[in-house]
DNA sequence: TCCATGTTTGTAATCATTACAAATTGAAAT
DNA sequence: ATTTCAATTTGTAATGATTACAAACATGGA
């Protein structure tokens, strides 16, 4: 899963976005970040390296992102939203304790979008999440 | 599924909680409705039974309800928190078309919570909720 | 160079929710 | 019945994430 800044450009250029240095720096961040972080905090690192940085452009990057199905957004803390690489076709983990979001494979009907009805109504999309302790913060 | 007042009073006392007129509208009008409805929709349709309601009281009471489990929120919409009855031992299914959200019984290890366990992570929760079109609005 | 278009930026607005303190209620004690 | 006191309700102000908006900036072609 390496990944340089050539592979993340034309990762953009085959979605028809212009891979500014804003936009690359925010994909590549959330691709090293790999924990769903939220707008505020690909704002604060960024800003780092890219003092001029607006929050306005995360935002505004983020929301291009998600159209093309580059970033999926998950809300499940209630507080933000939480965005995370590729589409959405996999289940989250949230840890209780440090704030962690990690993505996860579960198999069954529903979730392996076998079901398209349910009760008389159709399905088209399936949202699932556990919360909990992740695995490294049990040992501590 | 008929539920008097009194039904409605007696559930809150068996919590400790004291059955005072907005709590029992409150109440009464999260049964009755069914769909989930948010914060703003119940202080709505109590300000017009009780015109000196005020928002902070809908809610102070829905944290009360939440905390006894008498009650659980669900943020699935991005927007805005939805209350329904009972705890969350339950799945939810979002219409996109008329925002109703729906309780939905599934069956599988994990939204049984048979499952405990994923990756070394320790589930202590779950949640799924699936979107698309409800029965209704499909005929239409 | 000039222009057009897309991108970035900073600030102001929005909107659900929370914080807070004053007003009200109601039941127990006198 | 009056006092008292804690619980409850209310209205307003603050919060915080997100969005709206318009000005500033960058870039590539005519
Ligand atoms: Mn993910
Ligand atoms: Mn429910
Ligand atoms: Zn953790
Ligand atoms: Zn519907």
């Keep these: 899963m390496i990944t340089n800044m050539e592979q993340i450009k034309s990762q953009l250029e085959k979605q028809g976005i212009k891979p500014t240095y804003q936009r690359l720096r925010i994909l590549e961040f959330l691709i090293s970040a790999g924990n769903h972080p939220n707008a505020d905090t690909i704002y604060e690192n960024i800003a780092k390296v890219i003092p001029t940085m607006s929050r306005t452009t995360v935002y505004n990057t983020l929301s291009l992102f ?75």
């Design 66 to 140: 998600v159209e093309s199905a580059l970033v999926h957004g998950i809300t499940i803390t209630g507080a933000d939203v939480r965005y995370g690489i590729g589409e959405a076709n996999h289940h989250h983990f949230l840890c209780k304790k440090c704030g962690k979001i990690i993505d996860i494979e579960v198999h069954c009907p529903f979730a392996d979008g076998v079901t398209k009805e349910i009760n008389g109504h159709q399905i088209q999309e399936i949202h699932g999440y556990f919360k909990g302790i992740c695995k490294d913060c049990i040992q501590s």
